[in-house]
């Protein structure tokens, strides 16, 4: 039977861009922007925070990485929860994240406009126009084009990161500034540990690790675009666990080095602490250039999480789960219908968010984001985990695949999905955060709701989608049985 799709995802990315493309989706202006806040909430205490999200990621990866390799699918971590976790689970997931993309994108382009008119005061409103105009061009065209774009931004973003590290490095040993060596006298001065990590208490790290999660949001981008990369089998794992190991230094060394040289105290999100840092110790050249820098992270991130959502409805048309016709795909191999819906629902979130008010946009999506984003990720955890199950079943073991969770590593992936599910449940917990909590519960149980009622009044039919792909018991027949 018909599913929609008309052929297959153009195959235009190469192996080096997709590390450097799950890194764009992750570095972006939330790091250079948001982080400044959460250092000003949790103090030293951050450091605890992300190694903890960093742990969580690399959890998240593994497991997909095995997913990928050895049960490829066209429509990605959606087709995965879709198969091993059912429509339903699939349906909240796969809807949330589009919705948790469609919302996030403007705000990013938003977030281009603020700096944009910081540096060279002009009209707002069209420079944030003109930041989503820039994104459709890019993602109407083929998919090589975009992951140039998207990859050289990425090694942009990262060159920065090293230049803060070396310059906030010199400044810690005194080869900047006037203070000489400063050691630990910035934010550890007190002789008491305790209050040292945790001046404002412990539950304030508690309740702001969704915010943390939201830092590292796009990681999955990478299991989005392996549908498309020329050497998937290769490049798939090898790219699932170097952006762990990448990501967790380029967050890690930057953080300490700001904890080492600037009073958490000072910390804000009036404009990037990378540029506050810099400018405390009069580098007032860089500080201008970490500035700018924002602009490129937010558009990055806009740019990686516009081709991530695309894909992502792709996915749920491919399963089943969405209109056939957003899953028919142009003779470029893009899924062009797909594009111009999300298109049309971020041109709308954004001529809204003008209305409402920029920054305060950006702000209130940042806990939506990190729920819905998370909830992804614990859907490809469980995905991988009921996998495993059915391989067990079947009579297979991990030495049968082709890319496993290595058995001393097995644990990571338990404590990823234990840790972002005590994350969700801490974010209601949260001042002011209840608002954020109930939205984000309706982002994934409406489109639950919606389904149910269509397919109660005989206008949804998922089991009569027959997926083209090989099927699990097809990849691993039950032993003894052809």
Known sequence: MNNGDSGELKRGIKSWQVAFIGLGGVIGSCYFLGLGALIRDM????????????????????????????????????????????????????????????????????????????????????????????????????????????????????????????????????????????????????????????????????????????????????????????????????????????????YMIPIVLILLVFPTGLASLDGSVFSQVLAEYNLGFWAAVMAGIVLVAAFSCANTGFYGTVRCLYGLSVEGLAPKCLGKLDAKGSPRNAVLLTLGAMWLVLILGLFSGGSELYESLLSVSGFTGTLAWIGIIAAQKVFRMRLKKNGYSDKNLLAAVPKNQDWTTTFSFVAQSLCLIMLAFGEGQLPVFIIAVAAVALPIIVAAVMKKSGRYHPEAVQSTEIQFDELFPPKGKD
Do not use: H
């Open 43 to 250: 103090g030293p205490a951050v450091i605890i925070a992300f190694a903890v999200v960093g742990l969580i990621v690399y959890g998240m990866m593994i497991s997909y990485a095995e997913l990928l390799v050895n049960v490829p699918r066209k429509g990605s971590f959606v087709a995965y929860t879709n198969e091993f976790l059912g429509p339903t689970a699939s349906i909240g997931i796969g809807w949330a994240f589009w919705f948790n993309w469609v919302c996030y994108v403007p705000s990013e382009a938003i977030a281009v406009a603020v700096v944009l008119n910081s540096l060279f005061p002009g009209n707002q409103v069209m420079y944030a126009i003109g930041t989503l105009l820039l994104l459709t061009v890019i993602n109407l065209s083929a998919v090589d084009i975009f992951a140039k774009i998207e990859s050289t931004l990425s090694i942009i973003k990262v060159c920065s990161i090293i230049i803060f590290s070396v310059l906030a490095f010199g400044i810690w040993v005194g080869l900047w500034g006037s203070n000489g060596f400063l050691g630990t006298s910035i934010n550890f001065g007190s002789g008491a540990i305790l209050t040292d990590l945790f001046p404002n208490g412990c539950g304030i790290v508690l309740t702001s690790m969704v915010t943390v999660l939201v830092t590292f949001q796009g990681t999955e981008i990478v299991g989005l675009a392996a549908a498309e990369t020329q050497d998937p089998e290769t490049a798939v794992p090898k790219a699932c666990r170097s952006v762990s190991y990448r990501i967790l230094l380029l």
